[in-house]
Nanobody, 126 residues
């Protein structure tokens, strides 16, 4: 059974930090590229970070570059994906999703990802 379970969301003041976690199991996710997306009300789901299967390569859009850091821990049966978010802004408020893509390469479109978590809410107050 494939599971991607996010945790770590919550309410934080502007300028604060949060660390999101995602536990992925049920596939050989150690060979998958993985990413964090976010979706605010009324908006499309957009990528905020991607990491290659071995962690060697990462990608961030300009909106979060320098503030967000993605990392991963490829365990034997479970892969742990993290997103460290610093200097949070009200515009970062959204539901954050972890996602996995077979093949390991970079991709930034929702349809390119095979598995998704249920999402975790991040709310940044001004």
């Amino acid at each position: 059974q494939v599971q991607l379970i996010e945790s770590g969301g919550g309410l934080v003041q502007a300028g604060g930090s949060l660390r999101l976690s995602c536990a992925a199991s049920g596939r050989t996710f150690s060979t998958y590229g993985m990413a964090w997306f976010r979706q605010a009300p009324g908006k499309e789901r957009d990528i905020v970070a991607h990491i290659s299967w071995n962690g060697a390569n990462t990608y961030y859009p300009d909106s979060v570059k320098g503030r967000f850091t993605i990392s991963r821990d490829n365990g034997d049966n479970t892969v742990y994906l993290y997103l460290q978010m610093n200097n949070l802004k009200p515009e970062d408020t959204a539901v954050y999703y972890c996602a996995a893509r077979s093949g390991g390469g970079w991709a930034n479109r929702v349809y390119e990802y095979d598995f998704w978590g249920q999402g975790t809410q991040v709310t940044v107050s001004s």
